[in-house]
């Protein structure tokens, strides 16, 4: 852990700050990676500015992208004045970002997709950042960067050198739960789901038996959108109760790594999901919805079932606006037998920063991490000024690491704590969260805000089943995080369009066998050279 002290007041007016005397002579740091730039430096990014992050903007007020706590921070204590390059949103940023690429005007910093880091690498225009690393990076940023194992560095090194700094998402977060209206399954006198024939039967009832009573069939048992792999309304959960893992490498019983999305298994949840379609189950225009579309029928109320990860709690929520009496509840995903359910977990580091060859200062990026990760989540956290106010403070910060087991960790405290009525030891984080359960309790103007954060983080919330899962040893981690490999960053593309093609049709109602003419195709198109680009990998580092 961090050896630091901070002695200041948790307000971060500007006028306050600006009068503070030597802000950094307040700050007691002996590690290495938070000490300060005298004379201060400039480090310039890119950034992608959409709909959402204005948003935010205009619930700060006082605070513009280049002028913010963060940025503040940022010059106060590591003497790092962030500045921009440029910004641009959505799909212009992408191809300004292609560009940048490739004609080699990168900025000091920059953050970068699994294949641009190997791209920007073999052209020789980044640094390695082993050494950097091991030396700038504080114990507790070491810490929170290693929770899910080597995966986000092994997704980094190339050719034994670590090319970037990875910005760590979470695996388990990808976790699937089963969330069913509660009301309708007590409405029609059905019983949560052990299996996945129960989901089937549940399913059929949802959609036959009229459940809002309004005399229309006009009710759908699954939500399901226009992209399969959607985190919410999506087929991944659904798929692994047939055992079937349609994005993740897995390890096959001869200890080799098969890509789950051409396994036979598929077929058969395929196949399951051609029956809902054609039985009415499925809205009949899911592959023309987005997800805002579905979002719209889940509103509405005409949805019983959504496949989602913990956050879905929130997506359904809409439900409620026009009927408090609609519930909703997170149940763990089943298989087709009375075994538990394997739960897959893709890969989820898919973000990372690079540094620019000839940058003087490539510890910066190392430095920047360590402060908001210690800001955040440290001994010296202000979580509720420079995370959550509660609008996303966080995303002010041109880096935005995060510990891959914050969410459980904070659940199991709080569960914790209801056992014992001690709630003294809560992290910042878990006591924000108990305010927001707290406030749904105790009704109110303000109580909706807090519905779906009972729904994810009470004593029967998603995170609960999570704890089971692990326990359980359900959860299915993807086998391969390496590098993407030579034939994935020319044919990966080709591959994921085909598979998603070939599954969208074979449930609106294309033959079964379209399947097996997938396979071969993925095969003959680069699928059977990424199994063993794959399989080299996994010897020389499993």
């Known amino acids: 852990m961090l050896s630091a002290y901070i002695s200041y007041r948790t307000s971060i007016d500007r006028d306050e700050l600006d009068q503070e005397k030597n802000f950094h002579d307040e700050i007691l740091y002996d590690e290495i990676g938070l000490s300060k730039y005298d004379p ?22 006082g605070e513009t992208l280049e002028d913010n706590r963060w940025s503040r921070l940022y010059q106060q204590v590591l003497g790092i004045q962030i500045d921009y390059d440029w910004t641009a949103n959505g799909d212009f940023y992408r191809q300004k970002l292609n560009f940048a690429i490739s004609s080699g005007q990168l900025p000091d910093i920059i953050k970068v997709s699994s294949e641009q880091l190997r791209l920007l690498s073999n052209a020789g225009l980044i640094q390695e950042l082993t050494d950097v690393y091991e030396k700038y990076a504080t114990p507790f940023t070491k810490d929170i960067l290693n929770q899910e194992g080597s995966g986000p560095f092994d997704a980094a090194t190339i050719g034994g050198k670590l090319m970037g700094i990875p910005e760590s998402n979470s695996s388990i977060e990808g976790a699937m739960y089963i969330w069913i209206r509660t009301d309708w399954l007590d409405r029609l006198g059905l019983q949560p789901p052990k299996t996945m024939n129960d989901v089937l039967e549940i399913s059929r009832a949802f959609t036959l038996r009229d459940p809002d ?50 396994q036979p298994e598929v077929k058969d949840a395929l196949q399951a999901l051609r029956q809902m379609y054609q039985n009415g189950e499925i809205d009949p225009e899911f592959s023309f919805m987005n997800g805002n579309k579905v979002k719209e029928r889940i509103a509405n109320g005409k949805i019983g079932m959504v496949y989602g990860e913990q956050w879905a709690s929130f997506l359904v929520q809409s439900s409620r606006t026009s009927d408090p009496d609609v519930d909703w509840q997170a149940f763990p995903i089943v298989s087709v037998s009375d075994e538990p359910a394997k739960v897959p977990l893709k890969f989820n580091t898919w973000q990372f920063f690079a540094v620019r060859k000839d940058f003087q200062h490539p510890e910066a990026i190392v430095k920047l991490i360590n402060l908001h990760l210690e800001k955040n989540w440290g001994k010296t956290a202000e979580y509720e000024t420079y995370y959550s106010t509660p609008f996303a403070a966080w995303q002010l910060s041109p880096v935005t690491p995060f510990p891959a087991r914050k969410n459980i960790d904070a659940y199991r405290q709080l569960e914790a704590a209801r056992y014992t009525g001690d709630w003294s030891e809560l992290d910042s984080e878990a006591r924000m969260i108990k305010k927001l359960i707290d406030t749904y309790h105790a009704g109110g103007a303000n109580m909706s805000s807090g519905w779906g954060w009972e729904k994810t983080y009470g004593p029967d919330g998603a995170f609960s089943i ?73 010897s020389q580092n499993r």
Request: hydrophobic share 40%; proline share 4%; no cysteine.
């Open 40 to 61: 201060p430096i400039n480090v310039s990014f890119v950034r992608d500015i959409g709909t959402d992050f204005n948003d935010l903007l205009s619930s700060l007020p």
């Open 466 to 538: 999570l704890v089971q899962y692990e326990e359980n040893d359900q959860l299915l981690y993807e086998k391969f995080t390496g590098v993407p490999t030579e034939t994935m960053i020319e044919a990966q593309k080709i591959l994921h369009d085909l598979q998603h093609e070939a599954y969208i049709n074979i449930i609106l109602g294309n033959p079964i066998d379209e399947f097996d003419r997938f396979v071969d195709r993925w095969k003959k198109l680069g699928g059977d050279r990424i199994t063993q680009e794959v399989n080299d990998w996994y």
């Open 213 to 262: 009573q309004n005399g229309k069939d006009d009710t759908f048992g699954l939500a399901l959108t226009n992209y399969l792999w959607d985190p919410t309304m999506g087929v991944k959960g659904f798929m692994a109760g047939y055992n079937a893992f349609p994005e993740i490498w897995i390890e096959n019983e001869a200890g080799e790594l098969v890509f789950g999305g051409v």
